[in-house]
């Protein structure tokens, strides 16, 4: 008996070596690196305005507390037990699509900044089906995923053409293409007469809120496990972004089209001398993109109570922002659909944990300096682990230089 | 025929006022380029530059209402200008990074200046609520000149260029004039082009590349950062942690005027312009009468930017080298 269980830990520690050692670890490194920079730029923070407050340099209403807030900081999705794992995993769902649609487009050596123009629209397309169509359950909310998912295929597929046709940066027209989204959806709500409409007692008439309306119920995606995730109700969003990676990890590997996407990403004069057509695949590569970002806005809208808010600090700050965090999980996950899946859940983790830092008295943004300070570590992370590879190399050359030539 | 004048000064002043921040952080963004590395952080360095610029106009001012009504001119001029110094030094020191990490670490441009992106309004953000429990930062000046001295009474140029302006119009010439004489006329403008066409053979005869791009990358910092500022000054008497995307319009300014200053100068008249129709179409009749959604006329400038992008991005003229790492052992 002993000894099955030893020869199961001897297993268990081959397990963890292999891991350990894998190529995907070994590429993963610089991205522990920046997490552990960032997390430690965010407590740093934490302790600067708590010496600053206790200092009396500015006051503020209520005192942090510094040991508390990084307590809350680094439970993050553990915060409140299940409850908190399932609106982690609720909020993961959008990360992981929108972090694959910026890290498919990074594989194919484009950078797609244009995942909030692609979401929103996605989004209001989905709002649309789901308010104007009348259709029964499974069927409704299905139409109006497609139907999303196929707007922001083409809001992406737009910026792609423009780049193979007309040599426009992609970077630039992204961000123009994210506006007019912005402003494209502002205008349909209002003409297609998506808003909110609410009874007024004072004036005794009907009133426009600033928002759009409810869906149907037939809209929403299947949902459930409230019991499991102690009253949180989750629904499939989570399923369908880990689909989404499996999918994506499999064209990308294992599929001709993948391979030539690729390819285009490495070297796009070299892949058109080998008479692949690199402007279609531009166009191709950017529609896919698009096409996940559409999913994360659906996915994010079709759900009871989420809105679309008619002002632009909201849109912006409440719907636009998960494209843009795709951006930080992209670069986190290397790009790699399933390093994507885990850097999606991790982002979740970590706003989480913001979000209950409010309790110790500290702003939830907080979460959003330690993202973006792990990005620019991460940048800096791939070069700084190039540099000591180099010179664990020259070392080790330097090392045989002069064993040899004592010989010769 | 009176009237005619009069709404062709005041679209005039407007479109002079919403196109002196975008040609100031163009240029910047035309010397970082000429340089060879490419700034996509412009965005990040303007609102941290307009922060703390802001931050210090806040604290700086009279603290009275009536007393910041009735600074002279002199006294507004004054807190404008060293704001927009202190906005430049802000936006200096977070170039410094995008400097460090893509020049020194050799690191990818792109990602280094996307993190810069985040890190710029998540910082504002998060330090503005801490500090003052909102977003938004208010402050009391308005730096608008009603008159700058006996030139208001020129006809038409005086009500163009003398009144109702700030301080920054005349800073945004002289940023102009200055990049011309230093790229053109100078030797290390003549180098830095160089280091952006063929770094190599740049390196080759003595230049030092690094120095050159650090140089490039901090100016095109201290101009973003005061860019922000004169953007976040002119548009109202807060400052919400957004520029609206000006940071991107300047590459994309940067893109139509073809990398040369006074093409750019013309691209950022062109988005002024752009601008202005779209923000103020009520107080044009004719537009006013058409009847169309506020939204659409908001989309005006960045539909514009593409049409203007697909029209000149084919035959552009962009540094060669712009966007690549120099590393002194490759060829």
Known sequence: ?408 | MIVQTAFIVNVLSYTLESMIPLLIVAIGAMICEKSGVTNIALEGIMIFGAFIGVMFVKFAEPQSLLEAFNQTNLQKSTLFLIGAVIGGVGGLLLSWLHAYASISMKADQTISATALNLVAPALMVFVARSVFGGRQIAFRTSFKMVRVGVLADIPIIGEIFFQNVNVGLYVGIIVLLAAFVFVYKTKTGLRLMACGENPHAADSVGVNIYKIRYGAVLASGFLGGMGGFIFAVSVGKEFEGTVSGYGFLAIAVLIFGNWRPFRVLFAAFFFGLMRTIASSYTLIPFLNNLDISQHIYKMIPYVATLVVLIATSRSSHAPKAAGKIYDQGTR
């Open chain 1, 1 to 408: 008996m002993k000894k099955e269980t030893s020869a199961f830990m001897t297993n268990l520690r081959d397990l963890w070596r292999k891991v350990m050692q894998s190529e995907g670890m070994k590429r993963a490194i610089p991205s522990f690196i920046a997490i552990g920079f960032g997390i430690g730029f965010g407590i740093l923070t934490m302790a600067i305005i708590w010496l600053l407050v206790k200092l009396n340099v500015f006051n503020v209403y209520n005192d942090p507390q510094f040991f508390h807030g990084v307590a809350r900081l680094l439970a993050g999705g553990f915060n409140k037990g299940m409850y908190s794992i399932g609106n982690m995993l609720h909020r993961a769902a959008p990360l992981i699509l929108t972090g694959l649609s910026v890290g498919f487009a990074f594989k194919t050596g484009l950078f797609n900044i244009g995942a909030p123009g692609q979401l929103l629209f996605g989004g209001l397309v989905a709002i649309f089906i789901g308010a104007k169509v009348t259709l029964p359950a499974p069927w409704h909310w299905m139409l109006a995923m497609i139907a999303g998912v196929l707007a922001g295929g083409l809001w992406g597929l737009i910026v792609g053409a423009l780049k193979s046709i007309f040599n426009v940066h992609e970077v630039v027209s992204s961000i123009m293409m994210n506006y007019i989204a912005m402003y494209f959806a502002f205008w349909a709500i209002e003409t297609f007469d998506l808003l909110h409409r609410f009874y007024d007692r004072i004036t005794d008439s009907f009133r426009v809120a600033n928002f759009t309306l409810t869906l149907p119920p037939s809209a929403y995606l299947p949902r459930g496990l409230s019991s499991v995730f102690g009253g949180f109700t989750l629904n499939i969003g989570i399923l369908i972004a880990l689909a989404a990676v499996v999918v994506i990890h499999i064209v990308l590997n294992k599929t001709t089209l993948g391979y030539q996407l690729k390819a285009a990403g490495y070297n796009r004069d070299a892949s058109k001398y080998a008479g692949m057509n690199t402007k279609r695949d531009i166009v191709l590569s950017m529609a896919i993109s698009g096409m996940l970002a559409g999913l994360a806005g659906t996915v994010m809208i079709l759900v009871p109570d989420k809105k679309m808010f008619m002002d632009q600090p909201t849109m912006m700050g409440e719907f636009m922002s998960i494209g843009f965090d795709g951006i930080s999980i992209a670069l986190l996950g290397l790009s790699e659909p399933i390093g994507v899946g885990l850097a999606g859940l991790f982002l979740a983790y970590i706003r989480q944990g913001g979000d209950y830092i409010d309790l110790a008295h500290y702003m939830k943004e907080l979460a959003d300096v330690i993202t973006s300070v792990i990005i620019y570590f991460s940048a800096l992370s791939v070069a700084l682990h190039q540099y000591m590879v180099e010179r664990k190399k020259k070392k080790a050359a330097l090392k045989q230089a002069p064993a040899g030539g004592e010989s010769a």
